[in-house]
């Protein structure tokens, strides 16, 4: 696995040193294509096209949102690594590419010097839910049945080493229980179990659950991350029950090729972060699961992505989560 170093934040920051002449009038000079890791519909796709209307009214160039889904977002990951660095392909990833960049031996690029993070756009609030059958209602009480029981609460993920395991490693790692994991390759394909009482938790994001949740169909424990959710409002956050430190929650960023130019990517950082200060886009991510606009500049981010990446290595090492392969 690679070892993170300290200078890895100034390969992140300042991309390559040799790169051709630059001035903002000349960026960008042809359309921009965004890409996306999952397919038409998704609300990433969603998010990338009203990014993308905004930068191409700022801009004056296009941008057009292309789709590669699959292999856990690698093959995403790795067309924008071997894009030509010049800030006009760009990447759209989720915090699974943290989760990816920790966990795997092998991948056919390198996180940390083949991107460059260029704008966290967003973060989702994430809650923990269950079914109406469990006997306890709160992520407090969660933990207390779980550190008693061991291994008796089947929490349901959506794959081996995905964002929501190991946050849920994590939180469990906070008061020493033990859980059995159960591993679907969607939200889609976990709900209906869910729904009829085989499993007993899931971890995700509100705009995943909070439907069900308001139609008294499963139940919220609490939030993940640090602030409650405006969809959920009534519903409070593991913090407010008493469990410090823990703040999960769900983020949408965009990368470029890492050897793009640095005033390249402090270009794009500052339309993205124009973006991300627009009213109409902080009310719609807002309405669409009540998410939280960022658009924070390119050393922000990188510093961000790094503590991410060394979070889930910590969480991984602890709870002895090795994957292989990732190409």
């Known amino acids: 696995m690679r070892h993170i170093k300290a200078a890895a934040l100034l390969l992140l920051v ?32 969603l998010e990338a096209r009203m990014y993308g209307e905004k930068i191409t009214r700022y801009s004056g160039q296009q941008v057009q949102v292309d789709y590669k889904p699959g292999a856990g977002t690698t093959i995403a990951n790795n067309f924008i690594a071997r894009s030509a660095p010049d800030g006009h392909t760009l990447g759209l990833f989720a915090g699974g590419f943290a989760a990816s960049a920790a966990l795997y031996e092998s991948l056919p690029y390198d996180p940390i010097k083949d991107l460059a993070p260029v704008s966290l756009m967003s973060k989702r609030p994430t809650v923990i839910v269950a079914n109406n059958n469990v006997p306890y ?9 779980a550190k008693a029981n061991p291994m008796a609460v089947n929490v349901a993920t959506i794959g081996a080493g995905s964002s929501p395991h190991l946050n849920a490693e994590w939180l469990h790692s906070l008061n020493d229980s033990k859980v059995t994991y159960v591993h679907y390759k969607s939200a889609a394909a976990l709900t209906p179990d869910l729904l009829a009482g085989r499993l007993h938790i ?13 139609a008294g169909k499963i139940r919220a424990l609490g939030i993940g991350n640090a602030e409650r959710s405006s969809l959920l409002a009534g519903v409070s956050t593991a913090q407010e029950q008493g469990i410090a430190g823990y703040d999960y929650a769900s983020w949408i960023g965009v990368f470029a090729p890492g050897r793009t130019p640095a005033a390249v990517v402090a270009e794009l950082g500052r339309l993205f972060g124009r973006v991300a200060r627009e009213p109409d886009v902080i009310k719609a991510l807002a309405a669409a699961g009540g998410g939280f606009a960022v658009g924070n500049t390119p050393e922000q981010f990188s510093k961000f992505v790094l503590e991410e990446i060394e979070r889930y290595r910590r969480i991984a090492r602890a709870a002895n989560i090795k994957l292989e392969g990732g190409d």
Do not use: C, H, R
């Open 137 to 145: 209602k709160t992520i407090a009480e969660y933990l207390a049945y």
């Open 14 to 45: 300042t991309a390559a040193v040799s790169s051709p002449a630059w001035s903002q009038a000349s960026f960008p000079s042809k359309p921009i294509t965004l890409i996306v890791t999952t397919g038409p519909g998704a609300s990433n796709d």
């Open 202 to 214: 899931s971890y995700g994001t509100v705009a995943t659950y909070a439907s069900l949740v308001m």
